[in-house]
């Protein structure tokens, strides 16, 4: 089992950017395949982006690719979401999930442990 704790939301303007952690608990988090969803006011929640246990396969959302970079560091159990460039409809509540399976899934069903969130706001 794992514990997910997300942080470095905040407010920024458009253009601007943002790094959000994710600091798992557990012995075992290099097992993970990892990712972060959002999930805006009135919407589902959305995958964002994923990555493997190794950090060496990595997917992207259409609507964030060029511009958020997913990361990992085993050694500290963390994963990291670099946003630049943000838009005004990049405001959500962002949550780090973690899966035992080792496909990239872009399903929520797809992810098995959760993080409360971190908001996320860009102003125009």
């Known amino acids: 089992q794992v514990q997910l704790v997300e942080s470095g939301g905040g407010l920024v303007q458009a253009g601007g950017s943002l790094r959000l952690s994710c600091a798992a608990s557990g012995r075992t988090f290099r097992r993970y395949t990892m990712a972060w969803f959002r999930q805006a006011p009135g919407k589902q929640r959305e995958v964002v982006a994923a990555?493997?246990?190794?950090?060496?396969?990595?997917n992207y959302a259409d609507s964030v690719k060029g511009r958020f970079t997913i990361s990992r560091d085993n050694a500290k159990n963390a994963v990291y979401l670099q946003m630049n460039s943000l838009k005004p409809e990049d405001t959500a509540d962002y949550y780090c999930?973690?899966?035992?399976?080792?496909?990239?899934?872009?399903?929520?069903?797809?992810?098995?442990?959760w993080g409360q969130g971190t908001q996320v706001t860009v102003s125009s």
């Open positions: 999930a973690a899966s035992t399976g080792v496909e990239l899934s872009t399903t929520r069903e797809g992810y098995h442990y």
């Open positions: 990555i493997n246990w190794s950090g060496g396969s990595t």
